[in-house]
């Protein structure tokens, strides 16, 4: 892998406000060189708003921006030496694929030869090579997102910045152009800031996670630890903890604690992810770790951190079902089984406990 | 499936709706002929009435004699030398005006509704105006001596510049709101990407908004030149009419409505037909030469 | 809608604007112009309402009395009977006529279509003086010009097209679905357009018909070359009463002066609430497709 052009970029304190409203609001991010860091979080969370400020197309509000020890919040976007990859690829309507691509090395007074040979290489890089005659407007969404990155990353930015460029293509060329951005972030050795809202982007790409939520961040780890440690409900919501039931404390030992769910009889065992203080919780358990027994065949099945459940709905998902079940006192359980259920069904979901994590309700 | 008539040839109706037209299309019909009688009919009309000149001499005798008298002859320079200058001017004041204007700024929406009360207003009134602001008595004079700019009053009406002033305040925010309306349709991250990629501001306007402005500025210059070469009401009102602003559409009125040639009246409306469309054809040739390519294009 | 079409959520401050040294020559040109057409126009109102005035700031007293002159010397109730019948006629009829066109526009693709748009593009690309003199000789032909039914004739030429220019992009956006739907629901054609359409086309309607009236008022050279002389507009008749025989005081003309801007005012400002200012001249899209 080459050696990336910067060692450290260092975002601290970013504030941005627009009117009253904070989109961003003391936001802190180291980024080493060469790391590819994923910024996640729902829509309206301050992403784009992140990235508008690092590139400069957005004045601070307050804090600083550094890159290798000198400050570059003051600087406006044409010397930063970023690349940024726009949500709606922006390209140039009136210049061919060839001089979109061109574009900032002209900028830059680059020699035309040397133009020449690295547009060449770049849309080879996309796959795009047949294509450098061609206006934005007769190519597919797909393409036109693939000279939006060959635009990018022709300066071997410093920073690369993209702005959810993969959220308006269909199923397969989103899987088709992640791997492409993978290989090409690991050819080039490009320093990658990448903003999404579709978690498993998040986890197929990044080296790091940030989780966004109303502009600050929540949580920032590697995919392992957000995916596995989810440091609270928010987070845990956004990693595929579908089931969020609510509870109270029972009692709590070392790491583990029981809690009591809704209708306050049924009670849970789970790892206690509490700062100990909050009265409401909830458990989040993911639907694939929840496990489903027929009652009717083995009325004791599962061991202890039983619920029993009656089947509501079932959806076929090829080699399995999902399906979702209702528990005493209106609790809602989703849960993934090979089982043959049918709505009707009286079922007994068992949760191993290790999988269970007991969070404020409002973490 | 569609039907065959015995013949084995498609239905008439059916081969229409093949081709998309369907009962629905001819709602547009009266519309067209309303357009076909009082517009497309009474150009043909008059072209046809310009070659029957009333006092003989062979079809071309009007156009002949349009050519052949000096003062006649002169209208055509003199509507030129008025309406070009005014609508260039008009034109490049706007440009950079409606670049700085294109985002959504506060006060935008007063600035255009300011603009568009001289259009509306038209320029009988702006003339009626002009008489009184811009005469030696107005407050424009009384302000330029007052500010020792002038010793006495400039004269600048019954001349050419109280013409030229009036082309000025109609066709100024004619061309700033077309162009602005234009430029306020593109996409503002087309310009922010020139940035990311190391375009500084001037590079920026001339290698990305500028082109992407083009199609609207050729547009606004059309329409400013075709207004300011049919001015007639303030070559009147405040220019010279038969002196240096005796414009062409005088010399249309006067054969009509002073001397009832409508036969030449209609000769000289179709001079000035053809000498606007031939500059409307030399604007928009420059401009498919200065620049090619798709104008509109990427996504959204 | 204004708001809705700058695409920002409402209370939410726009960004000021920031002025270098070139943003700064450009804002004194455009505060000199505006600063010129405001005192133009103050000059006038003023004028009407001065009892003399002469190289002074400020007019040396005030009256109404021109007011009461100009009404009786230039006929003005007859002129606003006369102006209000026009912009009526014009509107109804280039409503009537050009929406329906208009909705085909919006909804078909067929042979010569292109055509069809060039026909009503070109009254817009042709001054009206030019194509005025020969439509005015057409119509003393048919016995047609020199009457009220002639004014209203030929305002028809820029309307009609101005309305169709104007409804077409505003029935394009008005999704095709919501007629299919209606459609399913087992709704005739005259009830998808009566009962679907029309609703959903009140805005676009209104703000058209203000616009073209708003023309119409304006509308100097048709008028002038088709009107006899009972049938004038209150623009035709301020010009007029700068030229017609007689000494007629400064003061009498510019109070008709300040009538005519108040005509023209109500229905711009009415206009105004509806559309962009911007969108009043001419939609810039359809006009670079021909
Ligand atoms: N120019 C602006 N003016 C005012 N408010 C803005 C502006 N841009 C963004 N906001 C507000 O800032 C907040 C964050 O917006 P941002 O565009 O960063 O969201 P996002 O995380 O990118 O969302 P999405 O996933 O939908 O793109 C939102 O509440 C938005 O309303
Ligand atoms: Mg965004």
Redesign the pocket.
């Given at each position: 892998m080459p050696t990336p052009k910067v060692e450290r970029l260092r975002i601290e304190g970013v504030t941005k406000a627009?009117?009253s409203?904070l989109?961003l609001e003391g936001f802190d991010l180291e980024v080493a060189g060469g790391e590819f860091v994923a910024l996640l979080?729902p829509?309206?969370?301050?992403?784009?708003?992140?990235l508008n400020c690092l590139a400069g197309l957005l004045p601070l509000s307050a804090g600083t921006i550094t890159l290798d020890g000198e400050r570059i919040d003051g600087l406006p976007p044409e010397q930063r030496g970023f690349g940024m990859v726009f949500?709606n690829y922006a390209l140039f309507p009136h210049l061919s694929v060839r001089r979109n691509v061109a574009f900032g090395l002209h900028a830059a007074k680059v020699a035309k030869r040397e133009i020449s040979d690295r547009v060449d290489s770049a849309l080879a890089q996309v796959r795009l090579a047949d294509y450098a005659g061609q206006y934005p407007s007769q190519l597919s969404g797909g393409q036109q997102q693939r000279v939006a990155m060959a635009r990018a990353i022709v300066l071997e930015p410093a920073l690369i910045l993209m702005d959810?460029p993969l959220s308006n293509l269909d199923a397969q060329l989103r899987t088709e152009l992640r791997t492409e951005l993978r290989r090409l972030h690991q050819e080039l050795g490009l320093t990658t800031i990448y903003?999404t809202?579709d978690q498993s982007e998040a986890l197929s790409l990044a080296d790091r996670i940030v989780i966004l939520r109303q502009g600050r961040s929540v949580q920032v780890g590697t995919p392992q630890t957000v995916y596995t440690e989810p440091a609270g409900a928010f987070v845990a919501a956004f990693m595929g903890y579908r089931n969020l039931l609510p509870a109270q404390m029972k009692e709590t030992r070392g790491g583990d604690a029981t809690v009591l769910l809704a209708d306050g009889q049924q009670s849970l065992r789970g790892r206690d992810r509490t700062d100990g203080a909050a009265e409401a919780l909830v458990a989040a358990v993911r639907p694939e770790d929840l496990t489903l027994h027929e009652a009717a065949a083995a009325p004791d099945a599962g061991g202890d951190n039983v619920i029993p459940a009656t089947v509501a709905v079932v959806e076929y998902q090829g080699n399995e079902v999902a399906v979702s079940a209702e528990a005493a006192g209106g609790l809602w359980l989703h849960a993934r089984t090979t089982l043959r259920v049918r709505p009707g069904d009286q079922v007994r979901v068992h949760v191993p406990p290790a999988r269970v994590l007991i969070f404020a309700e409002d973490s | 499936m569609l039907s065959r008539t015995p013949a084995g040839r498609w239905r008439l109706t059916e081969r229409l709706a093949a081709l998309g037209v369907d009962r629905v299309v001819l709602l547009a019909l009266p519309a067209a002929a309303v357009i076909g009688l009082l517009f497309i009919y009474p150009f043909l009309y008059g072209l046809g009435l310009s070659f029957q000149p009333r006092q003989g001499g062979g079809i071309l005798a009007n156009y002949l004699g349009f050519f052949n008298d000096g003062y006649e002859r002169s209208t055509i320079s003199k509507t030129l030398r008025l309406a070009l200058p005014a609508a260039l001017l008009n034109v490049a004041v706007s440009v950079p005006i409606a670049h700085k204007l294109r985002q959504p700024v506060r006060g935008k929406r007063l600035l255009t509704t300011v603009l568009i009360l001289p259009v509306t207003l038209g320029t009988v009134l702006v003339a009626q105006g002009l008489i009184r602001y811009f005469g030696p008595a107005g407050w424009f004079n009384q302000a330029l001596v007052a500010l020792g700019l002038v010793d006495a009053p400039l004269s600048l009406t019954n001349n050419y510049i109280g013409v030229f002033a009036s082309l000025i305040i109609t066709g100024f925010p004619l061309s700033m709101l077309l162009i602005l309306g234009h430029a306020s349709g593109i996409d503002p991250d087309v310009e922010r990407a020139a940035a990311t990629l190391g375009a500084g501001p001037t590079r920026r306007f001339w290698t990305v908004s500028f082109p992407l402005m083009l199609p609207g500025i050729t547009i606004a210059l059309v329409l400013a030149f075709v207004a300011a070469f049919a001015v007639f009401p303030s070559a009147v009102m405040v220019g010279n009419p038969s002196g240096s602003t005796r414009v062409i559409s005088i010399a249309a009125y006067q054969a009509a409505f002073e001397r009832f040639d409508y036969s030449m009246a209609s000769t000289i409306a179709m001079i000035m037909a053809a000498v606007e469309l031939a500059v409307i054809g030399v604007v928009l040739g420059a401009r498919s030469r200065l620049y090619r390519g798709a104008t509109s294009g990427g996504k959204g | 809608m204004a708001d809705a079409l700058a695409g920002?959520?409402a209370g939410?401050p726009r960004p000021r604007l920031t002025f270098s040294p070139s943003g700064w020559l450009l804002a004194a040109v455009m505060a000199f112009f505006v600063v010129n057409v405001v005192a133009l126009v103050v000059s006038v109102l003023f004028n009407s309402f001065a009892s003399s005035w002469f190289a002074t700031p400020i007019p040396s007293g005030w009256t109404t009395r021109w007011y009461r002159f100009a009404a009786t010397t230039f006929q003005l109730s007859d002129v606003l009977v006369v102006t209000a019948q026009v912009g009526a006629a014009v509107v109804a009829i280039s409503l009537v006529v050009g929406a329906p066109a208009a909705y085909v526009l919006a909804r078909r693709t067929f042979p010569f279509k292109r055509a069809l748009l060039l026909l009503f593009l070109l009254p817009m690309l042709v001054p009206p003086i030019t194509y005025g003199i020969p439509l005015a000789t057409a119509l003393y032909k048919f016995n047609l010009a020199g009457s009220l039914r002639g004014v209203i004739l030929a305002n028809l030429v820029p309307a009609l097209p101005f309305v169709i220019l104007v409804l077409t992009p505003f029935i394009e956006q008005i999704d095709e679905n919501v007629e299919r739907a209606a459609r399913m629901c087992g709704a005739s054609t005259w009830r998808v357009f009566s009962r679907v359409l029309a609703p959903l086309c009140i805005p676009g309607l209104l703000a058209a018909g203000l616009m073209v009236l708003v023309r119409v008022l304006a509308m100097f050279e048709l008028t002038f070359l088709t009107a006899g002389p009972g049938d004038q507009t209150l623009v035709v008749a301020l010009y007029y009463s700068v030229f017609a025989a007689g000494i007629r005081p400064a003061q009498a003309i510019d109070a008709m002066a300040v009538v005519y801007m108040l005509t023209t005012f109500v229905p711009l400002l009415i206009a105004l609430r509806f559309v962009n200012p911007t969108q009043m001249v001419v939609r810039l899209k359809r006009e670079a497709a021909a």
């Open positions: 627009f009117g409203r989109a979080g829509s309206g969370c301050g992403k784009s708003t992140m949500q959810e903003v809202h | - | 920002r959520p939410v």
